[in-house]
């Protein structure tokens, strides 16, 4: 999922971005925290920061990042979709409902938005409202095959095989390949 969030900003002129883009993670966020010295309110700056943390493991370094940029825009759907994966992540369900639902209430909200909420309330056993979200997260992005994906495991694990195999194979038709295993297991 992780590929999903592409970094804000690639066309700042801080070296942070260009080490990030090189995958040099630790070289940008010296250079981010350098930049922030002059700037410490720049958001675009603040998230990248942050993605970088993620990209290195440090979840409470990518936080405090997200965090800080989330004060500067609390209706930037980007940071607030990062912090709902970062706490789905880590197992901390409650969180990323808390934040996917921020998403989701900001005008113009991305289908990823209500696929994280989506997969909170799924991981939470809200399978009614889970079941809703997915079903939105697919209107609004009809080739997302992990929300095909994860809605078929929905439907797996309440017995609606049918509708799980049906998802399973759209997961599959659109480049989600994990859904193959699924296929193996449920659909015979």
Sequence with gaps: MASLFVACGSGSSNKGDAFYNDGQYK???????????NKPNNVKVLYNKGRAHEELDDFQKAEESFKE?????ANNTQILLSLSNLYHNNDKPELALMYADNAVSVSGAPAMAYFLKARSMHKLGNVKEALREYNTAIKMSPTNGQAYYYRGMLYAATDNIGNACKDFKAAVKNDYQPANESIKKYCR
């Design 27 to 37: 070289e940008a966020i010296v250079a981010y925290t350098s930049y922030l010295k």
């Design 69 to 73: 940029a989330l004060k500067q825009d």
